[in-house]
């Protein structure tokens, strides 16, 4: 009985670091959070200039507007579906809000509530018909990525003369719209752009979505098994279509970003920056099937690929070798996720 107490506890024993690995990586972002603090010792050692506050500011910037996209896609995805259009809907959101204005001389107030609906409208568009028709969103989506980007081109072309939008730094509305989507203010004498607080904002309410609402286990359900969803009373194609609507939402506003940043915007931009959210959603650990993942890691995969760019360049990195240095980072960061999810399941 002695011998059979003592192998009970030295059992449990064994079993106790496992249990406390697996509570500690349960969460989707967990990894994701083991590859930022990688990646960010290896920049901290090889790039000086990567250790200053101010190299922090444009991390976050950039990070910034990847991550605003990132976490609608990131809850797309939990609802299991994809967005290929996301990318140029950035800059088509922009130029209906510029053209818009000044082809009406109207206040640019006027202009970002079309581009808002016009967005909207896209996003509705692109749920709508993939619930209704059950062709995959991949397909709906990379068609309505080509409309887009082929509109983009000729509609600037044809309004304007250029393929670019007109400045608007002169026009009514111009000041008081840069506040709101692209300001900047002082902390500790380093300048932060105003999207790094948007992000921050949005991903506080997606998590909050996601872990504390109704709709949140309605999109965990809608991507993880929608025919028992839809059994059990979940209005699937409604939470797909709204998630839908919600990565437009995004788009559009990073659009509104760029356009009171830059004051004008090329109609050719865009082109490849959704597979950057989608890739920002995977590293923070969604699964490319639906039902699994979370904001917050969404937000962490945007801050790697912030971290990447900029680390690259502060590190004096041949730029020729851009793309394939970042793409082997954040394939390392991916095996990493993948590497911790199969020790977290041994350990259950």
């Known amino acids: 009985m002695a011998q059979a107490l003592a192998d009970g506890e030295a059992a449990d024993e064994r079993l106790a670091p496992r249990s406390a690995l697996a509570r500690l990586f349960a969460h989707p972002e967990a990894?994701?959070?083991v590859g930022a603090a990688a990646i960010y010792l290896v920049f901290y050692a090889l790039a000086p200039p990567f250790r200053e506050t101010a190299a922090l500011s444009s991390i976050l910037y950039v990070s910034s507007t990847w991550g605003i996209p990132a976490v609608a896609v990131a809850l797309l995805m939990i609802g299991g579906e994809f967005d290929l259009s996301a990318g140029v809907a950035v800059v088509s959101a922009a130029l209906v809000a510029s053209m818009v204005s000044y082809q009406l001389t109207a206040n640019l107030w006027v202009g970002v509530g079309v581009s808002l609906a016009v967005a909207?409208?896209?996003?509705?568009?692109?749920?709508?018909?993939t619930v209704k028709t059950g062709i995959p969103s991949f397909l709906v989506t990379l068609g309505t990525f080509f409309m887009l980007a082929g509109l983009n081109l000729a509609l600037t072309r044809f309004v304007t003369g250029n393929v670019a939008s007109p400045d608007i730094a002169r026009m009514d509305g111009f000041e008081s719209a840069r506040r709101v989507f692209a300001s900047s203010f002082d902390v500790g004498g380093v300048a932060v752009r105003v999207t790094v607080l948007w992000w921050l904002g949005f991903i506080a309410l997606a998590t909050w979505v996601l872990t504390r609402t109704r709709t949140g286990n309605w999109i965990f359900a809608a991507g993880g098994a929608p025919l028992s969803a839809r059994a059990v009373g979940v209005p699937v194609a409604r939470v797909k279509i709204g998630l839908f609507m919600a990565v437009s939402f995004a788009a559009w506003f990073v659009g509104m970003h760029q356009l009171f940043a830059f004051d004008t915007v090329q109609s050719g931009e865009g082109v490849g920056k959704e597979f950057y959210y989608i890739i920002a959603a995977v590293v923070g650990g969604c699964l490319l099937t639906g039902g699994y993942g979370s904001a917050v890691g969404a937000?962490?995969?945007?801050?790697?690929?912030?971290?990447?760019?900029?680390?690259?360049?502060?590190?004096?990195?041949?730029?020729?070798?851009?793309?394939?240095?970042?793409?082997?980072?954040?394939?390392?960061?991916?095996?990493?996720?993948?590497?911790?999810?199969?020790?977290?399941?041994?350990a259950r």
Request: charged fraction near 10%; proline fraction near 2%.
């Open 31 to 33: 990894a994701a959070f």
């Open 120 to 129: 909207l409208g896209v996003g509705f568009l692109n749920g709508y018909l």
């Open 299 to 346: 937000a962490v995969g945007a801050f790697i690929f912030g971290m990447t760019t900029q680390g690259i360049v502060y590190a004096g990195w041949n730029p020729d070798w851009f793309k394939f240095l970042l793409g082997a980072l954040l394939l390392g960061v991916i095996l990493l996720n993948g590497w911790v999810r199969r020790r977290v399941e041994a």
